[in-house]
């Protein structure tokens, strides 16, 4: 059967879109990004306490005092993990996308309960929706919108969606049909039959699906972090590439908070909101309860009272927070200011040439912002102006893709290392293995494996394209691709074990000044010639930072400076790299002078 190009005919009509449709999309992704930053200003002002007091009181309006208190001390907690703004950030997100949702997804559930031929075309539309993979949305997603919290948004959308359609019609022809039959025979109008009869004994079925759609969008914020859409998603995110046990746990913690949190209020408010949840509430004797003390929720003056009292200490408190002001050494203040959007991926070399250069245009007065991609997402922000420099393009190989593709929207600000090397390494202790060709008919001692880093990575696609091929090792093992942390992860592990492990990597790298590797020869050349690591800016990167294109036109490190760096950082632990960085920097004088030198008249 010949091949049907779907994926062709999806990406012409994505570039037709963007060609023809990008005013709908700027216009879109202002409306959203201004809805997010609205919500997020107002949840994100307060002090985090204060904030976590908030809702406290709205946890115990709508289920009690212990309720409330249970709240309050799981924000608690995630503030004391660090990461209140975080959570702020995808709490934003999650209500942004859940309230756009329901806007949508009522609508059409009312609909498809009011006629069988819309119902009929919706289900295979929502079963697509919901079963396709969430990772695919952020493909369009960033092509369309960029990097930040409009893709995620985007995708959460449409992933959520289903559940909202389907409870809402669900809910409405679960009403009882007699019911209905009444009240048109009483002259009721349909639209009245609709909203006083049909949607009141709905409500419960379709807070039900308010309820899944906020969860589905909570399930969201890791994938949204890949897009860089920020909040906990980011932090989950960058502790899976690298490794880091313990912010995966505070971070991972902290999401179950937000969803048990949300979970608990939308299941309550659906029962506050319902008339048979009030008339439910209306016949439950107040001394059938366990605890009258624990579970007495205020009236709602009450609670509006409390919520209004600690937002105005929390506005009095930002009104006072104002006066303070950064001062800036004059004598050094190149940058004014100006901000610095740095994106880079979890790459040893990258991580640690972005933190270092962090610090650097912080001493010459600009603000640097820092943000960890994938290299596909990192490649299209840049081409899209949303980011505005990396340091860690390999080219010409490596990174070829990216380069053949956005090319000419952007500029190479020049090669600060090389060359390079490609290879795939076995520990010392692996014997009669020190070539590629060694690895034929040797798969079952390395379990078939060979442990690759990200799948988007140039090297792994020469890997499976060029390298097992030429030795004939394609049908003999199979790349696993990971991230590097992971693979790195795997290499101590193996090593510690004794075990026998290939995987991918490259020179320079700590790794192999941390353990005794073997790279494995490549007679044949299928890896190619070394590479050299380049400065990738926006296209117009020089005229808008003319100071700091001219600063990376003349950066160059050796491997014994690139390595020592790398391993300060290494030594410094996650989370701490712009410190570790600004360590080294410090530890060798006049060479923030020489990266970043200020002329004098």
């Known amino acids: 059967m010949p ?73 608690a907690l995630i503030d004391s993990f660090g990461l209140w703004d975080e959570a702020t950030s995808t709490l934003s997100l999650v209500l942004v996308a859940s309230l756009i949702t329901l806007l949508l997804a009522v609508p059409l559930g009312i609909w498809a309960a009011r006629d069988q031929r819309v119902s009929r075309a919706l289900r295979p539309v929502l079963d697509l929706m919901q079963t396709m993979p969430a990772f695919v949305y952020l493909i369009p997603g960033v092509m369309f919108f960029s990097i930040g919290p409009i893709p995620g948004l985007f995708a959460t959308i449409i992933f959520s969606m289903p559940p909202g359609v389907r409870m809402t019609e669900l809910g409405i022809r679960q009403v009882d049909g007699e019911l209905v039959e009444a009240a048109r025979a009483f002259g009721t109008t349909p639209r009245h039959t609709l909203t006083r009869v049909q949607l009141p004994l709905a409500l419960p079925t379709i807070m039900a699906g308010v309820n899944q759609v906020i969860m589905l969008a909570l399930s969201m ?30 971070s991972g913690l902290a999401v179950v908070v937000l969803a048990m949190y949300l979970d608990r209020m939308t299941g309550a408010l659906g029962k506050r909101v319902s008339p048979l949840g009030r008339r439910a509430a209306a016949k439950s004797p107040a001394g059938a309860r366990p605890s009258a003390v624990l579970n007495y929720r205020p009236g709602t003056a009450v609670a509006t009272v409390g919520v209004v009292v600690l937002a105005l200490v929390a506005g009095g408190m930002h009104l006072a927070g104002d006066g303070d002001r950064e001062s800036v050494a004059a004598g050094e203040n190149i940058g004014r200011g100006q901000k610095v959007k740095i994106g880079y991926f979890p790459w040893d070399e990258a991580v640690a040439t972005t ?80 070539s590629l060709a060694d690895l034929k008919g040797k798969a079952g001692q390395f379990g078939g494996k060979v442990v690759g880093i990200e799948a988007s990575a140039g090297m792994m696609g020469k890997l499976n394209g060029n390298v097992l091929k030429d030795y004939g090792l394609d049908g ?31 020179s320079p790298h700590w790794a192999y000044g941390t353990y005794d590797l073997k790279k494995l020869k490549d007679p044949k050349g299928a890896w190619g010639k070394g590479e050299e690591l380049h400065v990738v800016g926006k296209k117009n990167f020089a005229q808008d930072f003319p100071r700091i294109a001219e600063w990376v036109k003349d950066f160059k490190m050796s491997e014994k400076d690139l390595s020592s760096l790398e391993a ?22 006049g060479l923030l002078d020489k990266l970043a030198p200020v002329k004098t008249s």
């Not at 890791?222 to 912010?247: F, H, K, N, R, S």
């Open 3 to 75: 091949r049907i190009k779907l994926g062709s005919w999806a990406q012409s009509a994505v570039d037709w879109l963007q060609t023809h449709l990008s005013w709908l999309f700027d216009a879109i992704s202002t409306v959203l990004t201004g809805l997010y930053d609205g919500v997020h200003a107002v949840l994100g002002a307060p002090d985090a306490l204060l904030m976590a007091g908030i809702l406290a009181v709205v946890a115990w309006w709508l289920r009690g005092l212990l309720a409330g208190v249970l709240a309050f001390a799981g924000l």
């Open 221 to 250: 914020v890791v994938i949204a972090g890949m897009a860089g859409a920020g909040g906990l998603g980011e932090t989950v995110y960058a502790a899976v590439t690298q490794v880091d046990i313990g912010g995966g746990v505070e």
């Open 355 to 434: 933190y270092l250069w962090q610090n650097v245009l912080e001493a010459r007065g600009y603000k640097p912002e820092v943000k960890q991609l994938d290299p596909g997402p990192l490649y299209t922000a840049l081409a899209q102006g949303q980011m505005d420099v990396q340091f860690d393009s390999w080219l010409p190989t490596t990174h070829k893709q990216y380069m053949d593709r956005y090319g000419d929207k952007l500029s190479d600000l020049g090669s600060w290392y090389g060359p390079t090397s490609l290879e795939l390494t076995v520990p010392s202790y692996v014997k009669d293995v020190n």
């Open 476 to 506: 003999e093992y199979k790349v696993v691709s990971s991230s590097t942390s992971t693979m790195l992860a795997e290499l101590d592990r193996a090593i510690k074990n004794k075990e026998p492990v290939v995987t991918t990597l490259w």
């Open 568 to 589: 300060e950082i290494q030594k410094g632990g996650k989370g701490k790299e712009k410190a570790s960085a600004a360590r080294w920097l410090d530890a060798h004088p």
